[in-house]
């Protein structure tokens, strides 16, 4: 039993609609626009105890302005009330997240928060902002005074906005982030004071994660806690419209993004706070979305607590490898403390077109947003494309969709002993299959039933009858163990699970040969290495065979929904009739739209060649590692294993160390490792991945030195 979870700190919004310290309107309606957006519900489901507390929304000054030292005084009045309803949050223990209309604003956030530490310390600030905000009432070029509230928060400037109560930051604590407009007198004052300003070039540069940890040690270095200031503005408008600033080259709004998720697992974070979101110009709502994003990315629980909730309140029938993510793109991955991630593993393959693929997202999207699901009792006007597109690229007359592999191999089962029955007249009931030793087709009731590993089956009876399994790439024992009930040979052309092993060259063909002879059908389960895995479209072509039975699924749905499919010929699909077999979401609209697209871009982005290719240069490239921890690489295409010597390492402990340097892979059967990437990864990409391999794994070999078991 874990340990109980500790419960997270609530977190208490606070919307200040004001645009007193700016010379448009629009940023004032922004916290109003996202409590209306509901965005406490939407921090709560992401794990956040987050409660609206207030909205405080001075009215506006009517065109013309009035004079600025009367402006300063409407503006100091709300910074009193605003910095107390900070303070008072903090001192219950709990995290303001302080949604702002100007960054004017900022002045009383700040002063609330430093005002609860006391004796405890300083309070330490990173400001992310296109602008320097560090004019005075008598520098300030515009007149405007969310120019002024950072000056005002290092107790320079009018009386008015530095006079409230509580400490001033100490410039030794203060990290500006992201720079890439302001005036002289502001920056000259800033580089007075001592203040570390990260300006744009330098971010560009050396990159926001190392930037940004630079800034976390200016703030949390000798300080009681600290604070973040996020003015939207800090990012680029070509990808964030709906803020204020229209400089370009500003921060990659999901760059930023990532890098806050380092905060969640700062217990020092005593406020976090977003300013200039102008509802009027967030005509799509990313801007709304991006708010969302950036508050659940800093304040969201840690991979250490959502494990624990996964252990809590999960089933135990999985032992993750310890990384919790939260977001993919392409062939990247980042966990929920931001780090990133390389998969090589792809879902199993499933994912053999990366995460998120563009093209697959908006297949999705645009299918889920018209019709989703209608079940098999009516046809749709998607599945039949997709049946007759599965035709056309396979070569089988007929398919017959499903949801997940082993429902295909279920399906394809099913097929194999109404076709021993009905048409190849073997007595009712007593079909067999053959199957190899060390298969993988899925975890239900009758497929653990011929599987060799022990565990899958071990309680799980009483089993089903009607297997019989022979060793992987023996055609001799093939042919022995077919009697006249043989209905059909059900195998992986390179087992996967198993530690992807790869049969002997001429197996499959003579399988072929054996099974035409004895009138048994061959059906290959290309459910892992089907759709350009291997290096072609189908394992089963690299020996020329053609089975009587093809099983699909995973990559069939472009990593973002499970579909499968068995494909066949009228020979054998003729044994279907209405009612005999199907599934309430098999063959739905929507998965059907995303496996056209899925199979359009396979060949359009000419995945299959790709996999040969890259596949063979990466298997050299691991084959030619001299490493005593290694007793075989193998592999097809981008599917790859790289088999250790247990007796000096687990590869559960290898497959960490890799993750452990930004490598996702997985061990099988405790000695394999398995490099399978999606289709899209780069050479560029593969030479690092073999690079990171090479180094961990010499690592591995100084640890676990010969003669010590581990
Ligand atoms: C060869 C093979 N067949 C079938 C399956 C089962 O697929 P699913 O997990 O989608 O049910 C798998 C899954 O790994 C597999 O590798």
Redesign the pocket.
């Given at each position: 039993m874990p340990a109980p979870l500790a419960p997270p700190r609530p977190v208490r919004i606070i919307g200040v609609g004001s645009c007193l310290g700016a010379p448009i309107f629009g940023p004032a309606a922004g916290p109003r626009a996202l409590k209306e957006g509901r965005i406490d519900d939407q921090l709560r489901k992401r794990g956040i105890p987050a409660q609206w507390q207030t909205l405080l929304e001075p009215s506006a000054p009517k065109p013309p302005q009035p004079p600025l030292q009367e402006r300063l005084g409407t503006m100091s009045a709300l910074l009193h009330d605003l910095a107390d309803e900070v303070a008072a949050i903090c001192q219950a223990g709990q995290l303001p997240l302080v949604l702002g209309g100007d960054h004017a604003i900022a002045a009383g956030t700040w002063r609330g928060v430093s005002r609860t530490l006391g004796a405890r310390g300083r309070l330490g600030l990173i400001w992310i902002d296109a602008h320097l905000d560090a004019h005075t009432d008598r520098t300030t070029h515009s007149g405007n005074i969310h120019g002024m509230p950072l000056a005002a928060l290092l107790g320079v400037g009018d009386e008015s906005l530095t006079g409230l109560p509580g400490p001033h930051l100490d410039p030794a604590h203060v990290a500006i982030v992201g720079a890439r407009s302001w005036e002289p007198e502001e920056k000259a004052l800033l580089e007075r004071l001592g203040v570390r300003i990260f300006y744009m070039p330098e971010v560009k540069r050396r990159g926001l994660p190392a930037v940004l940890a630079d800034a976390l040690a200016i703030a949390r270095e000798g300080t009681a806690g600290f604070g973040v200031s996020v003015d939207l503005d800090s990012m680029d408008c070509a990808s964030l419209p709906a803020t204020t600033c229209l400089v370009p080259d500003g921060l990659d709004p999901q760059a930023l993004t990532d890098s806050l998720h380092c905060l969640r697992s700062c217990a020092d974070l005593l406020a976090f706070e977003i300013v200039e979101y102008v509802p009027e110009r967030d005509r799509d709502g990313s801007g709304a979305r991006r708010v969302v994003e950036l508050a659940a990315a800093a304040l969201g629980p840690t991979s250490l607590v959502l494990r624990q909730r996964e252990e809590l309140f999960g089933a135990r029938n999985y032992a993750p490898l310890p990384v919790v993510f939260s977001r993919g793109e392409g062939v990247w991955l980042w966990d929920v403390d931001g780090h990133r991630y390389l998969d090589m593993m792809s879902a199993?393959s499933a994912v053999s077109f990366g995460h998120s693929h563009p093209r697959l997202v908006k297949a999705l999207t645009e299918q889920a947003g018209r019709l989703a699901l209608t079940s098999r009792a009516y046809s749709n006007d998607r599945l039949p494309l997709l049946l007759e597109q599965l035709s056309a690229l396979l070569g089988y007359d007929r398919a017959l969709p499903v949801n997940?592999?082993?429902e295909a191999?279920e399906t394809a089962l099913k097929a194999a002993r109404k076709w021993a029955h009905t048409i190849k007249h073997v007595p009712d009931g007593q079909a067999e299959i053959i199957v190899c030793d060390n298969n993988?087709?899925?975890r239900s009731t009758t497929i653990v039933s011929f599987s060799s590993e022990e565990q899958y089956r071990h309680g799980f009876g009483p089993l089903t009858p009607g297997f019989r399994s022979i060793p992987f790439g023996d055609a001799d024992a093939l042919e022995a163990a077919i009697t006249p009930h043989t209905a059909a040979f059900l195998f992986?052309p390179i087992q996967?699970?198993g530690g992807i092993v790869i049969p002997p060259a001429g197996w499959l063909a003579r399988c072929a040969e054996i099974c035409r002879r004895h009138d048994v059908l061959l059906i290959a389960?290309e459910?892992?290495t089907g759709l350009g895995r291997s290096g072609r479209l189908l394992a089963c072509e690299h020996e020329g065979v053609r089975p009587d039975g093809v099983i699909l699924?995973?990559a069939l749905g472009g990593g973002l929904l499970?579909v499968?499919a068995f494909l066949a010929d009228e020979r054998v699909m003729q044994v279907f009739q209405p009612g005999d077999h199907g599934s309430t979401f098999g063959g739905n609209p929507l998965a059907a739209a995303v496996a056209t697209e899925a199979l359009a871009v396979l060949t359009e982005e000419r995945l299959i060649e790709r996999s040969a290719q890259l596949g063979a240069r990466f298997l050299a490239r691991l084959q030619a590692i001299d490493n005593p921890l290694i007793r075989e690489v193998r592999g097809r295409g981008l599917m790859i294993g790289l088999e250790l010597d247990t007796h000096r390492v687990p590869a559960r402990i290898a497959a960490e160390w890799l993750l452990a340097r930004g490598l996702m892979t997985k061990d099988t059967h405790e000695k394999v490792l398995r490099f399978a990437p999606p289709l899209i990864i780069t050479e560029a990409e593969l030479d690092a991945a073999a690079r990171t391999i090479e180094e961990a794994l010499a690592d591995l070999a100084q640890r676990f030195p010969a003669g010590v078991t581990p």
């Open positions: 199993y997940t592999g082993l191999v993988f087709h899925g992986e996967g699970e389960d459910v892992q699924g995973k499970p499968a």
